[in-house]
């Protein structure tokens, strides 16, 4: 709401940006909302890029932005040299609502894959094999992923919960995912059972810590902490 507002009220951006302008948001919200900004941008003759950034690493192990973008291609066209500049990867993802997309997508595929780590890890840890043992055997194989061996140690597994993603936002991304499956023919019970998880950690108070805090609850009732000493800093999700 507060994106609409911000845009499509009365004195908003749209009645304040002026002819010939460009403008980029990477805000998360619905694809439909980004199409209703774009036509009121159009017809005062301004240009808009709907965005998606995320956090990655280069050659050196250093957080570098990554941008998908959407919208007219010339505008696209015209500033890529300006986004590559800035991040590792830039992908160009169609027209407008498409990079909404692409991050609801994304970041509710990490929020469930978050659920199900914090459920089988447990599983495994009670089993008698520590994380020290169990998360290097995993990347070993096809349950790899830079979840389990890169976000993960840099945060839930060292009991930091500072955002990084906050829990409340996470809730919103999948809430809106939700919202867009209501218009097709998935049945997302995996997410809409994540969202009830996500749900229940904001409701105890849990909303301005990281996304991994989800699994305090698990925590709390297992009276088992996953935990993994790693040295780090970086990137939080």
């Known amino acids: 709401a507060a994106v609409a507002e911000a845009y499509l009220d009365e004195g908003g951006l749209v009645d304040?940006?002026?002819?010939g302008a460009t403008v980029i948001d990477v805000s998360t919200v619905t694809p439909t909302l980004m199409k209703r900004i774009d036509r009121r941008f159009r017809d005062a003759s301004?240009?808009?890029?709907d965005g998606a950034a995320g956090i990655g690493s280069d050659e050196d192990g250093m957080?570098?932005?990554a941008f998908w973008l959407s919208g007219a291609p010339?505008?696209?066209a015209r500033l890529q040299d300006l986004f590559e500049t800035l991040s590792i990867a830039t992908m160009f993802c169609g027209e407008v609502g498409n990079a909404q997309v692409i991050k609801l997508v994304g970041n509710a595929s990490m929020h469930c894959h978050l659920l199900v780590l914090v459920e089988t890890l447990t599983v495994g840890v009670e089993a008698g094999i520590p994380l020290e043992i169990l998360v290097p055997a995993l990347s070993l194989g096809t349950a790899q992923s830079r979840l389990l061996q890169e976000v993960l140690p840099r945060g839930l597994f060292r009991g930091d919960f500072t955002p990084g993603l906050k829990l409340r936002k996470a809730r919103h991304e999948l809430e809106a995912l939700m919202s867009l499956a209501g218009q097709g023919s998935a049945e997302m019970t995996l997410c809409r059972e994540a969202l009830q998880r996500f749900r229940g950690a904001e409701e105890s108070g849990l909303g301005g810590a990281s996304s991994h805090a989800v699994a305090r609850p698990f925590e709390e009732r297992s009276?088992?902490?996953?935990?993994?000493?790693?040295?780090?800093?970086g990137e939080r999700r």
Request: proline share 8%.
């Open 74 to 76: 010339e505008t696209y």
């Open 46 to 49: 301004v240009e808009f890029l």
């Open 63 to 65: 957080p570098r932005l």
């Open 16 to 19: 304040v940006v002026g002819s």
């Open 223 to 233: 009276g088992l902490e996953l935990r993994l000493a790693v040295p780090g800093g």
